[in-house]
């Protein structure tokens, strides 16, 4: 579970043949070059889950993926600081270069998020906003 996501992505990996997955808690579109806390970063965090699956022997195309989060939650000071959207347009590019399609997403808006990720229940993604209001992608 990741607890109230704002502009970070919660993006989870999910293996329908082997029925594991992994998780991650995306921060910022980008390392630029940083290698401490590798979960951070999409372009880091998304290649570490990957590899991580495949050592346990998952093919790419047996993968799942969901991704939740990325609100806008500094909206009064412009689309510069839309990390959120940055961040949902990032993971969708590191995804697309790693040729996995994204199967479910709930990204946007203005209001914060909770993901409840469930491997043993099928992948089971829930997302909880911030007014209490909670269903599955």
């Given at each position: 579970m990741t607890?109230?996501?704002g502009s970070c992505i919660g993006l989870t990996l999910y293996d329908r043949d082997l029925r594991i997955?992994?998780?991650?808690?995306?921060?910022l579109p980008d390392s630029?070059?940083?290698t401490d806390r590798p979960g951070k970063y999409a372009d880091t965090a998304i290649p570490l889950l990957i590899s991580k699956l495949v050592e346990k022997g998952?093919?790419?195309?047996?993968?799942?993926?969901?991704m939740a989060g990325g609100a806008c939650m500094f909206?009064?000071?412009?689309?510069?600081?839309n990390i959120g959207?940055?961040?949902?347009?990032?993971?969708r590019a590191v995804l697309a270069e790693h040729n996995l399609r994204l199967h479910a997403e709930e990204v946007g808006g203005k209001a914060g998020r909770t993901v409840a990720f469930y491997p043993d229940e099928g992948g089971k993604v829930t997302v909880r906003s911030a007014d209490g209001a909670a269903h599955e992608i």
């Open positions: 607890i109230g996501l997955g992994a998780m991650v808690h995306i921060m630029s070059g940083r998952s093919r790419r195309s047996s993968l799942v993926v969901k909206e009064y000071f412009g689309n510069n600081l959207e940055r961040n949902a347009e990032r993971v």
